[in-house]
């Protein structure tokens, strides 16, 4: 018989931030909070608004192929690791110079003659360490 756990808080035992889990073939660990996501947006349109999203505060269109969002919950450092997908052909994906603070990330986006060039939607995932 299978079983159930309902709870509204899951904490370590010796620390509450430190909860260990074992892989699937039950030869390796590691802690929860480091495999889970932080932070995610789908922005649409050329405007880059922000229509669904986790712990996305805003989005700021900074120029053609250049969105920008800001993080509801500030990471910890500005070692924040993007990865994101697009619609329109758009080959080059990659953060602008000093575009990565604990409470932000721009973004460029250039296409195979590397031009700037806006996506009609893009999808943004963001792993590190929150404050």
Do not use: C
């Not at 590397?114 to 893009?122: H, I, K, P, R, T």
Request: aromatic residues 10%; glycine residues 10%.
């Amino acid at each position: 018989m299978a079983s159930i756990l309902k709870v509204d808080d899951l904490r370590g035992n010796t620390s509450a931030g430190d909860i260990t889990i074992t892989s699937e073939g039950g030869s390796a660990t590691m802690q929860l909070q480091q495999g889970l996501e932080k932070a995610w947006a789908y922005l649409s349109t050329n405007a880059y608004t922000v229509s669904n999203s986790f712990n996305i505060a805003s989005s700021i269109d900074n120029a053609t192929g250049r969105p920008e969002v800001n993080f509801t919950n500030v990471f910890d450092n500005n070692y924040v690791v993007a990865s994101g997908s697009t619609y329109n052909r758009i080959v080059g994906y990659y953060d602008t110079d000093g575009g990565i603070t604990s409470s932000s990330y721009a973004h460029a986006l250039i296409d195979s003659a590397g031009s700037f060039v806006d996506s009609a939607e893009l999808g943004l995932k963001y792993s590190g360490d929150l404050a």
